[in-house]
């Protein structure tokens, strides 16, 4: 069973500074996640990741994924309008795409932000998925898409964090990673918000859909999410 671990930049990311590297067929870091523990695989990041937060070396095995990467992988997948336009879900749609692992387990990647004292685990960022954006109307929705396509390839998703969450994924320990069942899925529902999704035509291949963004019906995209959130038990929310 190949599982994938993804590194998101929350402050409980620390808690998996000494996992085994054994647990994990690739290790992906998102950002600054990077710094978190040295034997990461792959480091995804997007295009205005300030070069001075960058590694300043890769071993011989660590590459690093760019927009040239995900935005092809995450387009397969429906693209940025439908998906979200924030770093932790384009990078498990690239390794779902590209890696098709059967477990992706996330930590650090819970998108709750505290009102005082750090908001990552370097300390105090921007809580990029909490910016006015179109896509991230409803991140539970979008956890939800990710969920779903995932299960309806096979590959199960979910978080190792304890603490709150806007992820939608089931929890789950170390000691159960490699023992992850798919989550039952609605195709039926699925189907109905692929569907949607296609009529309402919100695709922009480059992946820049800042660009376009006047063009976006906010009210559709959050009939299309409601869709999305019928199509897999919602297991974690937050108010």
Request: glycine share 6%; hydrophobic share 45%; proline share 7%.
């Amino acid at each position: 069973m190949a599982v994938v671990l993804i590194l998101g930049s929350g402050p409980n990311v620390v808690a998996a500074r000494n996992w085994p590297k054994a647990a994990f067929d690739r290790i992906v870091a998102i950002n600054n996640a990077w710094q978190v523990r040295p034997d990461w695989d792959d480091l995804i990041h997007p295009e205005d990741f300030p070069e001075n937060r960058r590694p300043t070396s890769f071993g011989p095995d660590q590459r690093r994924v760019t927009y040239k990467d995900y935005v092809p992988a995450q387009n397969a997948l429906g693209g940025f309008v439908y998906a979200g336009g924030t770093m932790a879900f384009t990078a498990a749609y690239w390794a779902l795409h590209t890696l098709q692992p059967d477990v992706i387990a996330m930590m650090g990647c819970d998108m709750v932000y505290p009102t005082t004292g750090a908001t990552h685990f370097y300390g105090t960022g921007a809580a990029d998925p909490l910016r006015p954006d179109p896509t991230l109307r409803n991140l539970e929705a979008k956890s939800a898409r990710l969920l779903a396509l995932g299960a309806a390839r096979g590959c199960a998703l979910v978080n190792l964090s304890t603490d709150q969450s806007r992820l939608v994924f089931p929890r789950a320990t170390m000691a159960e990673l490699h023992r992850q069942p798919v989550v039952d899925i609605n195709r039926a529902a699925i189907d109905t918000a692929l569907r949607a999704e296609e009529r309402l035509g919100y695709f922009v291949a480059s992946g820049r859909y800042w660009e376009e963004q006047d063009r976006f019906d906010t009210a559709r995209i959050d009939q299309i999410d409601a869709l999305w959130l019928k199509a897999v038990p919602v297991l974690q929310t937050v108010p």
